[in-house]
């Protein structure tokens, strides 16, 4: 069974805790080191981001951390040559989390390869919409065992999510808000009741919400209707400041 699939069903009154984090950031090398340090610290699934020159959904913070990576040298192939021996070191579920240009550039069915043979178990990708997906690429994500994770937002319709619920074989990622990564500080009113509203329209797929989060507090607030939170932005910060150093602490001091 598909490691994400295995870890949603682990233990229904869990609350998941994910991390992204941009590969080749802060330091080129530092992929793997990161990945070994996240699963040891008790994380639940890592999001490893592939930069991208033009991350339209990112905010300031992951933009920088692509943007220096790039410069670091990251490349879709070089990040596949870091993670071709993860799975000798690292049991949990793994997320390659990128755009559509860089992945379209190295050839879809090549991309899902060679994540299947590096031992990465799903993919999330913004800018790839549900029908491209199902007319395209549908058929080579499952060749390969990928289980896309679809976005949907407070302004997506309720037949728009349960197409996406329709589709999704792992999580649907709740964008907390509609603005960037890395926004404001807690959820208002209006954030908890949407993450309420989908989480009482009896969908298939677990709610796993990003945007946002970065402390006990946002986490709980975010936890408390769905599946799990995912946490990028603050991570990145923690990387800025400190390196790979400590990164137990950082995961300690958000539950």
Not at 65 to 71: D, E, M
Request: hydrophobic letters at 35%.
């Amino acid at each position: 069974m598909n490691r994400i699939k295995q870890k949603l069903q682990e233990d229904p009154q869990k609350k998941l805790l994910s991390i992204y984090f941009t590969a080749g950031y802060p330091q080129p090398e530092d992929t793997v080191q990161i990945i070994e340090a996240l699963e040891k610290s008790g994380v639940d699934m890592i999001e490893i981001g592939l930069p991208f020159s033009d991350p339209l959904a990112d905010g300031p913070t992951i933009q920088e951390s692509s943007q220096v990576a790039l410069k670091n040298g990251m490349t879709t192939r070089k990040l596949f040559e870091q993670l071709q021996e993860i799975r000798k070191t690292v049991s949990i579920p793994l997320l390659i989390m990128g755009y559509f240009n860089p992945i379209l550039q190295f050839g879809v069915e090549s991309f899902c390869k060679k994540c299947k043979e590096a031992g990465i178990d799903g993919l999330i990708i913004p800018d790839l919409p549900l029908e491209e997906y199902e007319l395209q690429y549908k058929e080579i994500f499952q060749k390969y065992d990928l289980l896309p994770v679809f976005l949907i937002t407070p302004q997506t319709s309720e037949e728009r999510i349960r197409a996406i619920d329709k589709a999704s074989e792992g999580f649907i990622y709740m964008v907390s808000s509609a603005s960037v990564t890395g926004s404001t500080g807690g959820f208002g009113p209006e954030q908890k009741s949407y993450f309420e509203r989908v989480s009482k329209m009896g969908l298939s797929a677990p709610l796993v919400v990003g945007f946002g989060i970065k402390d006990p507090e946002t986490f709980q607030q975010a936890t408390a209707h769905t599946k799990g939170a995912i946490i990028g932005s603050a991570f990145i910060k923690h990387l800025t400041k400190n390196g790979t150093g400590d990164i137990a602490g950082f995961t300690r001091s958000i539950r």
